[in-house]
C-alpha cells in the first residue's frame, strides 16, 4: 500500500511506516508524515486541543519529544483537554464545585451586578459592574468595601474586593461548564498552567475571605485548607470535568 505520494519516487509512491507515540503513558499510532510538526499531530490528530506551543521553563503547555528507535515519548501537556486529561475521575470536581458555586463565591461572579446574602439577591444599595469590574466611576466598590469587615462586621471587606472578571462569569452555569471554564485561560484569568489555577484560588483575597467571611454569614462546605488539597488532587488527576 502506498502511505505517501510524492513526485520523484518510484510510481509516485513513498513508504513511510505508522509512527508511534507514547504520550502519558498511552500508546498511539499516528499515519503522518515525518516532517509534520508534533504539534500539530498532538491537536490536529489526535485532538488535544488544549496543547500549545509555550516557551522552556513553563512547567505545563509544553510538548517535549525524545525520538526512541522511531518511537515518540511525549510528555503532553498536563493542563490540556487532551485524553489523558480524562483518565481520573471526574467525581473529584464535585468538592471543588460544592465551594465554587456557594454563595460566597459565585455572588462576586456575577455579569452586571454582584449579589449579597445566601438567596444571592441583587446588591442593596443597587451598584453595577462598571469597565472595570470595581464598579461605576461614582461608586466604587471600596467606597464601602475596605480590606476587612467594617461597621461591626456587617459590611465584608477584603484587599481587591470587585466583581470577577465577566469572562469568569459562573452564575447559571453547571459543575461541568465552570469545570471546563477555570482550564481554559480566555476564561480564567488568563491563568495558563495548573500551578497559576492552584495558586490563583489558595492565596486570592477575596478567596480567602469566603473560608472566613466572619459572624452571621455561612461558610463552603469545605475548609479553605481542605479546598486546596482537593483541588491539587483533582489537578494530580489531569483536571477531569463532569460529563
Given at each position: 500500500m502506498c502511505s505517501r505520494r510524492l513526485p520523484g519516487w518510484p510510481d509516485g509512491c513513498m513508504t513511510v511506516p505508522m509512527l508511534g507515540l507514547m504520550?502519558?503513558?498511552?500508546?498511539?499510532?499516528?499515519?503522518?508524515?515525518?516532517?509534520?510538526?508534533l504539534l500539530w499531530v498532538l491537536r490536529d490528530v489526535l485532538g488535544m486541543t488544549g496543547t500549545k506551543f509555550g516557551w522552556p521553563g513553563r512547567d505545563v503547555m509544553r510538548t517535549?519529544?525524545?525520538?526512541?528507535?522511531?518511537?515518540?515519548?511525549?510528555?503532553?501537556?498536563a493542563c490540556s483537554r487532551s485524553?489523558?486529561?480524562?483518565?481520573?475521575d471526574p467525581g473529584l470536581f464535585e468538592p471543588i464545585a460544592s465551594v465554587l458555586t456557594h454563595p460566597?463565591?459565585?455572588?462576586?461572579?456575577?455579569?452586571?451586578?454582584?449579589?449579597?446574602?445566601?438567596?444571592?439577591?441583587?446588591?442593596?444599595?443597587?451598584?453595577?459592574?462598571?469597565?472595570?469590574?470595581?464598579?461605576?466611576?461614582?461608586?466604587?466598590?471600596?467606597?464601602?468595601?475596605?480590606?476587612?469587615?467594617?461597621?461591626a462586621g456587617v459590611v465584608p471587606g477584603a484587599k481587591g474586593w470587585a466583581l470577577a472578571p465577566l469572562s469568569m462569569l459562573w452564575e447559571g452555569r453547571t459543575p461541568a461548564q465552570i469545570c471546563e471554564q477555570i482550564k481554559d485561560p480566555a476564561r480564567n484569568g488568563g491563568r495558563r498552567s495548573c500551578g497559576d489555577v492552584i495558586e490563583h484560588m489558595k492565596v486570592h483575597p477575596r478567596g480567602l475571605w469566603a473560608g472566613t467571611p466572619g459572624p452571621g454569614r455561612t461558610t463552603p462546605p469545605l475548609s479553605h485548607e481542605k479546598f486546596v488539597e482537593v483541588l491539587e488532587a483533582w489537578v494530580k488527576a489531569g483536571m477531569p470535568c463532569p460529563r
Open positions: 504520550i502519558n503513558g498511552k500508546s498511539h499510532q499516528v499515519d503522518v508524515s515525518p516532517e509534520t510538526p517535549f519529544a525524545l525520538p526512541v528507535l522511531g518511537l515518540l515519548v511525549v510528555a503532553a501537556a485524553e489523558a486529561a480524562q483518565v481520573g460566597r463565591c459565585i455572588n462576586c461572579h456575577q455579569d452586571d451586578s454582584p449579589r449579597q446574602t445566601d438567596a444571592k439577591i441583587r446588591h442593596l444599595p443597587l451598584v453595577v459592574r462598571g469597565a472595570d469590574g470595581h464598579g461605576a466611576p461614582t461608586q466604587q466598590c471600596q467606597t464601602c468595601h475596605q480590606t476587612t469587615n467594617t461597621a
